[in-house]
Nanobody, 120 residues
Framework: QVQLVESGGGLVQPGGSLRLSCAAS????????MGWYRQAPGKQREPVAI???????TYTDFVKGRFTISRDNAKNTTYLQMNSLKPEDTAVYYC??????????????WGQGTQVTVSS
């Protein structure tokens, strides 16, 4: 009932920047938390950053000071600005949204993932 479309991944050199976008569409009553997770080859999926409906943000330690999460509530979209990228940031990045389609319950939705590769 809620679809997430991610974009913005790609190949970038160390020290470079990328901006990921995730747009939610469908039968949306409200969106609470929006966030980004990532999964590197052979590793478990891990949280990167989240933003609440009130725009409070939380970052995992390894991206603090380099990544910035934001959201545009009018567009049901969240962004992840990634600066000073390192090879260890290479992973598939997934958008995660907590949304309600009825106003009574909240479900968790995942995007299809977008590949970010940091390499010279």
């Amino acid at each position: 009932q809620v679809q997430l479309v991610e974009s913005g991944g790609g190949l970038v050199q160390p020290g470079g920047s990328l901006r990921l976008s995730c747009a939610a569409s469908g039968r949306i009553f409200s969106i609470n938390v929006m966030g980004w997770y990532r999964q590197a080859p052979g590793k478990q999926r891990e949280p990167v950053a989240i933003i609440t409906s009130g725009s409070s943000t939380t970052y995992t330690d390894f991206v603090k000071g380099r990544f910035t999460i934001s959201r545009d509530n009018a567009k049901n979209t969240t962004y992840l600005q990634m600066n000073s990228l390192k090879p260890e940031d290479t992973a598939v990045y997934y958008c995660n949204v907590h949304a309600s389609t009825t106003g009574w319950d909240v479900s968790v939705y995942w995007g299809q993932g977008t590949q970010v590769t940091v390499s010279s």
